[in-house]
């Protein structure tokens, strides 16, 4: 996705390594996923919403959509959308928005 970058970071829990992913798009944080590097899918994720406060962390990964330009699978990216746990689409410029 153009303009999307992701941070890690990691830490050592005994045996066990945590892992939490910061996520951004456009130059605005958009979300955050943590657990644990072992597991397959992460443990927690939370949504921040473009007026600058974090929704509440909700159990799981983030559900995301990608948003285009046009209808079909090969119309160009524009952006994506995050499901804020109040079921708003938040994506990092413009707040909540319609998805489909």
């Known amino acids: 996705m153009p303009g999307l970058r992701a941070e890690f970071f990691h830490r050592s829990e005994g045996e066990r390594t945590a ?48 948003l285009r330009a046009g209808p079909g699978p090969d119309a160009p990216v524009t952006g994506m959308a995050v499901r804020a746990p109040s079921g708003e689409w938040v994506t990092a410029d413009r707040g909540p ?4």
């Open 19 to 66: 892992s939490v992913g910061r996520y951004s798009l456009g130059g605005q944080y958009l979300l955050m996923a943590w657990g644990w590097t072992d597991e397959e899918h992460c443990s927690w994720s939370s949504v921040r919403d473009p007026a600058g406060f974090w929704h509440p962390e909700r159990a799981g990964h983030p559900v995301v959509r990608i």
């Open 97 to 100: 928005v319609p998805v489909r």
